[in-house]
T-cell receptor
Framework: KAGVTQTPRYLIKTRGQQVTLSCSPI?????VSWYQQTPGQGLQFLFE???????NKGNFPGRFSGRQFSNSRSEMNVSTLELGDSALYLC??????????FGPGTRLTVL | GENVEQHPSTLSVQEGDSAVIKCTYS??????FPWYKQELGKRPQLIID?????GEKKDQRIAVTLNKTAKHFSLHITETQPEDSAVYFC????????????FGKGTRLSVIA
């Protein structure tokens, strides 16, 4: 089976812009979770989608949003980018909960 | 909600020695505890997990122990090798299917040859 894929792998934006990241889960996996990874903060949970519905949400501002399509692919959007949004954004897929399989991440740099 | 504390944040060991990383959790409903390894520039990968119906699980040089009474679980790596150098994350969640994993902040393990 193909693993979790994310596009793009690298992104450079300026403050105030918006960005959309994409995640394609492992075939058959219906749950997609998004995490922000920064040095020293570990993996911070953004949100989880299951069967096109947001099932869980972390403590991030409303500038962070997401959606999931009928083929389980998911997108994450960040509007009005701030310098502090620079991070590695990881998505992970699973059959429901439990074992999560991570993608390679999108490295976002905000200038 | 769940809170996971992980210690130490950095750990250096000589090749061949053992390494132990400890995590505590706060939600007594949690019953699924995975460990992930993230090598430099790579994605986190699940290396072992334990569920609350067992107290210990082994896979070659890696073992995880769980103490539900004390709400802590640990990762043990024996006979460490340079390729074990990575950041290790513990996580916890109720295995109900509706609650996300909560991760610790990670431990950077360096194995010195």
């Amino acid at each position: 089976k193909a693993g979790v894929t994310q596009t793009p792998r690298y992104l450079i934006k300026t403050r105030g812009q918006q960005v959309t990241l994409s995640c394609s889960p492992i075939s058959g996996h219906r749950s997609v979770s998004w995490y922000q990874q920064t040095p020293g903060q570990g993996l911070q949970f953004l949100f989880e989608y299951f069967s096109e519905t947001q099932r869980n949400k972390g403590n991030f501002p409303g500038r962070f949003s997401g959606r999931q399509f009928s083929n389980s692919r998911s997108e994450m959007n960040v509007s009005t980018l701030e310098l502090g949004d620079s991070a590695l954004y990881l998505c992970a897929s699973s059959l429901g909960q439990g074992d999560q399989y991570f993608g390679p991440g999108t490295r976002l740099t905000v200038l | 909600g769940e809170n996971v504390e992980q210690h130490p944040s950095t750990l250096s060991v000589q090749e061949g020695d053992s390494a132990v990383i400890k995590c505590t959790y706060s939600d007594s409903a949690s019953n699924y505890f995975p460990w992930y390894k993230q090598e430099l520039g790579k994605r986190p990968q699940l290396i072992i997990d334990i569920r609350s119906n067992v107290g210990e699980k082994k896979d070659q040089r890696i073992a995880v122990t769980l103490n539900k009474t004390a709400k802590h679980f640990s990762l043990h790596i024996t006979e460490t090798q340079p390729e074990d150098s990575a950041v290790y994350f513990c996580a916890a969640s109720p295995d109900s299917g509706n609650t996300p994993l909560v991760f610790g902040k990670g431990t950077r393990l360096s194995v010195i040859a």
